[in-house]
T-cell receptor, first 113, second 112 residues
Framework: DQQVKQNSPSLSVQEGRISILNCDYT??????FLWYKKYPAEGPTFLIS?????DKNEDGRFTVFLNKSAKHLSLHIVPSQPGDSAVYFC????????????FGKGTKLSVIP | KAGVTQTPRYLIKTRGQQVTLSCSPI?????VSWYQQTPGQGLQFLFE???????NKGNFPGRFSGRQFSNSRSEMNVSTLELGDSALYLC???????????FGPGTRLTVL
């Protein structure tokens, strides 16, 4: 069973608009949450993270929101740019003794000029 | 600061062979984790090493093993390769003080 779900395999957004990528998780023991961006044949690039004690973290055009009661995580990109086109993975982890990340299957974002 | 490096970048092997992949973490990072990425299963955790000790292992058969050296460099070994082992193998490093893992470019392994 998938502990982390990204239900939208793909998303298309017009340049300049907001991109919203969603992620749901099942285990309430997860206490830190990250978003990575990935291009083909490259490793994931860290974008932004949030710990379970916060509900929002912002870094430039990227904002991550965490709703612990709903076990839901989202990434907002404003404004979206063509260079943002990539696959985005959410990853969750528990710091209790080991830093194993569990990843969603990814959402392919296409930003249309 | 240099990022995580992995060698080789590409590898072709045949079934039954064994392979060793190498990872050099970001300078000062003591934790190294390995992940396998396949189209069907996505990114899956293999194991994590910290200060030369394996701290956690994912749900993979014993053919997958690893080690970490005193300089934090890590190697991953897969014995008796199967076709299903074809994947992108990713290494990630983390400093001891944060939760964020930084990934290398990966090694693309093809098993024929």
């Amino acid at each position: 069973d998938q502990q982390v779900k990204q239900n939208s395999p793909s998303l298309s957004v017009q340049e300049g608009r907001i991109s919203i990528l969603n992620c749901d998780y099942t285990n309430s023991m997860f206490d830190y949450f990250l978003w990575y961006k990935k291009y083909p044949a490259e490793g994931p690039t860290f974008l932004i993270s949030i710990s379970s004690i916060k509900d929002k973290n912002e870094d430039g055009r990227f904002t991550v929101f965490l709703n612990k009661s709903a076990k839901h995580l989202s990434l907002h990109i404003v404004p979206s740019q063509p260079g943002d086109s990539a696959v985005y993975f959410c990853a969750v982890g528990s710091g209790a003794g080991s830093y194993q990340l569990t990843f969603g299957k990814g959402t392919k974002l296409s930003v249309i000029p | 600061k240099a990022g995580v490096t992995q060698t080789p970048r590409y590898l072709i092997k045949t079934r039954g062979q064994q392979v060793t992949l190498s990872c050099s973490p970001i300078s000062g990072h003591r934790s190294v984790s390995w992940y396998q990425q396949t189209p069907g299963q996505g990114l899956q955790f293999l194991f994590e090493y910290f200060s030369e000790t394996q701290r956690n292992k994912g749900n993979f058969p014993g053919r997958f093993s690893g080690r970490q050296f005193s300089n934090s460099r890590s190697e991953m070994n897969v014995s008796t390769l199967e076709l299903g082992d074809s994947a992108l193998y990713l290494c990630a490093s983390r400093s001891g003080s944060t939760d964020t893992q930084y990934f290398g470019p990966g090694t693309r392994l093809t098993v024929l």
